[in-house]
């Protein structure tokens, strides 16, 4: 500490002895350089320029030209003593941070990580579900453990399900109905943009939707997200949506969900701890889902698995490359239109001499929609 | 050899996980479990029996201990020591059962700021008086070479019997009649052919050696190993020898049962049992009068292999003694009962110091020190507190901590009590007297007086002294 206070000081002379001089001599010192080469300056004893005239002056510039002199020798010692003494006094550690994984959060689970998570830290081994006994690894401590490299292998996998949904542009919704998951679940929907759950499932809100989610909005939007208009009276129309995918935190609390997405063909993952019953879920992620800490790793690593899914997506459509299908009550609503307004068309103008060409033409393929569309938009001057 | 056995990459890691290394919960003392420590609410189970574990605060504020589950932040959050024993990571209740473990934490911290190594017991008269007085010669450490036997191979088991803590059989002068009947029955009878055997090679190893002795003293040939055999009629005839000779069949049965030592009979017992030969050899362990203890002699309290060092001290430079530490008068003395005062020192129950000392003056008009032990004061604050100084502890039979402690010096009291901001001492003209020779009261003298050897509680302007200086004694 003493000799980086050294250090410090004679960095202070040095930057004083070369910053205070130097904003009124950088002129001066250019100005001789120039003479020097123009070969033109005075060969007096002093290269000051003639404007200096009185000795005091000349005196004051011969002692800053003095100090400016060593300024080259005081920072090479400066430099010689930063190289000895600067691995001297600590090192500051990496810290651990509790919340490093909704902050950054990792695109793969490590063993470690997965460890350091408690993730392997099973149930009683009087509470297991004998279906989970490919999963565990041994007993410890009188809690079963969850060997790692499943955790690893199936998180993987589970990683790649919802990163292909997110590419497909499916709907995914996170589930973690246990109250200090509302934090995880936020963040991993908000990686994957897709939905979350913290509170409690309302049972019926798959089969049941058109009474539940009546009141729900939806947006009609295009390859890039973007609000497609024209589709109010479809909107209007149309069902409530249902997930594409299911994340669930917490299977043991939310059976009723889970029943109705198996009804609705909805696929589902889910954490399953020694204690649940993995057949609930279509993926499972054997881990510990007790812990904050692991669910908040293992969803950390799937929303950032739905991120890059969509983050494909988005630049595929960027490319022109459209990856999911239009829905076919959709393709329907807009054949419907146009066959109307064709027909509209038609009546206004049943005395006058054509028919316009594109009425006739069926809409068959999603370029075809998207020409439809672009023409709808045209034509209502939009 | 055993070949390494292949471990997957998981396996290797949970291996080294900190769950995994959470040593496995010791057995309770016996005592403990004997008298359930339900006798009173206040008992304390003699040592701990489970690790204990922490973690950081930020992580404590969120419930995480490494366990399988977040705890509870109402229980686990109050405390100023992240201290607890976990003694299920998951019950079939689904929860973590566990516990505060700041007592013990804190106990061991306390236990290891006064710097005193755990000693080998030595629990006879004449070591307890010494104690009390100045002639208290330091105690070996448990660490020291001769006494720390952790790993003894069955060669040395018997050589070093004398010395060794830990033994195979039980401490006979412990067992009540029908523990020492049922351990008879169920442990003993059922090892005679064992015996036999035993003694048979004992007796061979005899043979050898007289065999070996005789050729010596002849100048002969060595006999052969494979040439001794003992004959079944000659073990009979060794066996009637052992029984008519009390100390080599205590010594024989010793050695197969691995027994722990017993205390050498007094001179009486002597004369009375063992009048044919001298009193059985191998009676100088440490452990014999009151058994072997239960974990290890220094119950990993301290490490330490000695306390004799010089304590510096910054202005008054190297010190005779260490710095004397505030006991709690746990129980005063009563005189008429012959029941002398219980100190609290660093957690521990301690004897007051023995023999006539200046705490324990049989004949002299009592001190404040004396007032202080002889009657409890309730309204004292806090209750009543004297300086000591702790010489040194150890384990005994049952795990407990046996500490002695001798009365602190009025120097050395002084010097603390400005060490930790009371009177100031450092440059007055008169060294600290004792309170009875001089007419003139110090400041601290004053306070010592009216608080006995305690120090003010300093909870008023009063005892800081900002009431114009004017002391109302």
Redesign the interface.
Known sequence: MIIRNIVLRHGRQVIVASASPSCCVRALSTSTAKSATTATAPKGPTNVPSFFTTPEQRAKIAALKEQMDKVPDNFKEFRSIQKKTGKIGAVTQPRHLPDEMLKYPPHDATLEMLMAAQAHMGHNTSLWNPANQRYIYGVREGIHIIALETIAAHLRRAAKVVEEVAYHGGLILFVGTRRDQRPIVVRAAELAGGCHLFQNWTPGTITNRDQILAQGKLRMVDELDRDVPGFDDHIQECRPVIPDLVVCLNPLENYPMLHECGLANVPTIGIIDTNADPTWVTYQIPANDDSLRAMALIAAVLGRAGQRGQERRHADAEDGVITWETPSDVRRFVQNTLTAKAQEKKDQERQSVEQPAWGREMVESDEDVAKAMKQLADEEGI | MSVARSV????A??RT?R??S?PAPIPPSPTDVANGHYGSLTATPSFPTHQVITT?N??RQ???W?????LPLWTTTKSTNAMLRVK?????E?ITDFSSATDQGLTLRKFQELNIPLTVPDNTNESLRAAASNMNLPKRSVFEKDSDFTAIDSVNMIALKDKRWKFQGPWLGGMSPGQFAKWVAKSVRPRRAEFRMFLKQKLAADVLQSAIQRALDNAEEQPEIESIAVSDEQLTEYLRHLRGNPHEIYEMVGQFLDLAPLQAPTETEQRTQFSESGPPPGLGNPYSAHGPPVTHPSAGLSYLRTSEYLDNHPLYGPQASHPPVLARVLRPKRQNLQVDAKFGVAGFVVDSPGGDTASNSKFRSPTPNGNLLGKLDVDLEGGAKMWTQPTRASINANGRVSMIVKDARAEEKAVAQELLGGDKIFGEASPPAEPQATSVLTNAEKIRRKYGQGIPSMSNAHEYGLDGGAFRF
């Not at chain 2, 490494?66 to 977040?70: E, F, H, I, M």
């Open positions: 997957s990459p998981g396996g890691l949970l996980s769950l995994f959470l950081l930020s992580s969120r419930g995480d490494g366990l399988k589950r977040p299920k990571i998951d019950t079939i689904d």
